[in-house]
């Protein structure tokens, strides 16, 4: 394993220079806010579940499939938006996916039967993939030797929008009661993203002054630069594709899709997956024909591993999150609000935890075996979940998420600590499609709780984890994972200038 000396700036520095608004902490501070406002959109659904259920008539099966239909299209959104941005820069899509939230949140709030809250909810989903469009963004303005805790500030504050969903929404519902309650703080969440959306793309820049915006050589999809990555890259494509069957397949199980339309949608995917494979292959001939210089590869197994690593760590907090609070109301007898109150205690780490997941990455020497020793922690913390119950006191069992939540946030800080760094000028796609990958883990944790109680559910994801720290063993070591500033793709883009890259004072 290739190690690589930690930076020689101090933790204590790299924490306060947070308190900063100026410069690149101004437009890190400005992401993760919007990166908040996206998460309290995309999980308002949540708090909700079982008001909405009640009021509308649905099963227990609907809730779910409502459920997996708010992290379906964030799928094939994340892939997609990592190309946006590859191309048009983080500044405009960002905004752009921050105004868009709007309507379909509205649909949500005024949807009256199952069909309404399903199309509404596979359009929320989009939203979902902003996620990937930050990454992007702070990566321009950090060196790499920060990138893991500018990272982790960005995922963490930012994913702390599901937690401040869970507690606040309910409330917010209780006393707008008399104004239409949970559609009122539903609706309500879109017009806020809308509106600093539009503020967005007035007050940040895609780059430092005099930074040029590395863009990807080839458009179409993801340029790799070696024949095997080709390979690789239709191997990863597949279960990208293949999940949205699986969604289709709930659909039609819960009656929303007859099983005509579903084939349908069967032979739509499998065009689909064979037009984004000939788009591969065309757009990585270079590769194919082994044109690149051994100076401008970089390993495509190690997104394959990240791919697997946000699976595990973000894929099961989406899952968790979406229900932990009916997880605690059934185990417990908690009201929806103290149910809901109680459940965001597991994204309430996000302020902390992935934060430290990040600067753990950049201060421990070995950013790949801070990530595998996460993953293993994050197993022993789903082990604990398994075994909360009704005998268990209401606190312990906070503490016990709480415990495996830390593990879950800090590895997902570790892992895009990571991305980044794999290749400058594709990196938007390479965050999109591990993102999207955690959106694969989460569709189908959540489909094995259809068939499968909670205590199979939490030990699977501890048992995939541990299989996810195997696999890390497979990850390449970013090169300059500690530099001051970045050396790579300098034929895409003007060198940093000395003054962006001076260590935190």
Not at 152 to 177: K, M, Q, R
Not at 387 to 415: I, N
Request: charged share 10%; net charge neutral.
């Amino acid at each position: 394993m290739s190690e690589h000396p930690p930076s020689t700036v101090p933790t204590r520095a790299r924490i306060t220079a947070l308190l900063q608004f100026s410069g690149r902490y101004r437009v890190l501070h400005l992401t993760w806010f919007a990166f908040f406002l996206s998460f309290v959109v995309w999980f308002n659904f949540a708090p909700f579940s079982a008001t909405i259920g009640e009021e509308l008539g649905l099963s227990r099966e609907q809730l779910i499939t409502i459920g997996l239909c708010n992290v379906a299209l964030t799928v094939p959104a994340r892939v997609l938006i990592g190309m946006a941005l590859d191309r048009w820069g983080p500044r405009r899509v960002y905004a752009s996916i921050l105004v868009y939230a709007a309507f379909p949140c509205t649909m949500f709030a005024l949807s009256t039967s199952f069909p309404m809250l399903v199309v509404s909810r596979l359009a929320l989903s989009i939203v979902g993939a902003g996620f990937v469009v930050g990454i992007r963004m702070v990566s321009e303005w950090f060196p790499p030797r920060e990138m893991g805790t500018a990272e982790g500030v960005y995922g963490g504050w930012g994913n702390f929008g599901s937690a401040a969903a869970a507690f606040a929404l309910p409330t917010l519902a209780v006393v707008a009661a008399g104004l239409g309650g949970w559609r009122l703080a539903i609706g309500t969440t879109g017009v806020l993203a809308a509106l600093y959306g539009l503020y967005y793309l007035t007050a940040v820049t895609d780059t430092p002054d005099g930074v040029a915006f590395a863009r990807p050589r080839r458009q179409g999809a993801l340029e790799v630069t070696t024949r095997g990555a080709v390979f690789g890259l239709l191997a990863l494509n597949i279960p990208l594709v293949g999940i949205l069957g699986l969604v289709a397949w709930r659909l039609m199980r819960v009656g929303f899709l007859p099983a005509t339309a579903f084939t349908v949608v069967l032979v739509v995917l499998g065009l689909a997956l064979a037009a984004q494979s000939r788009s591969i292959i065309g757009v990585n001939a270079p590769a194919l024909a082994e044109e690149y210089e051994a100076s401008d590869t970089y390993p495509f197994r190690s997104v394959a591993v990240l791919s697997l690593a946000y699976a595990v760590t973000f894929g099961s907090e989406l899952a968790v999150v979406s229900m932990l609070p009916t997880f605690f109301a059934d185990t417990f007898g908690l009201s929806a609000v103290a149910a809901g109150a109680t459940a965001s205690a597991f994204a309430f780490m996000n302020l902390a935890a992935r934060p430290i997941g990040g600067l753990m990455s950049d201060v421990m020497g070995s950013r790949k075996r801070t990530l595998r020793v996460i993953l293993l922690g994050l197993a022993v913390g789903y082990s604990l979940m398994a075994l909360v119950g009704s005998s268990w006191p209401v606190a312990a069992a906070v503490a016990a998420a709480m415990f495996c939540s830390f593990f879950v946030q800090a590895g997902e800080g570790a892992t895009y600590a990571i991305v980044p760094l794999v290749k400058k000028r594709v990196s938007g796609q390479i965050a999109g499609i591990v993102g999207a990958y955690g959106n694969v883990g989460a569709l189908l944790f959540l489909t094995l709780l259809l068939f499968a109680g909670p205590t199979v559910f939490f030990l699977t994801i501890g048992a995939s984890a541990v299989v996810a720290s195997v696999a890390g063993h497979f990850l390449v070591e970013p090169e300059d994972s500690f530099a001051p500033g970045r050396a790579d793709d300098t034929a895409d883009r003007v060198a940093l200038p000395e003054a962006s890259v001076v260590p935190v004072a």
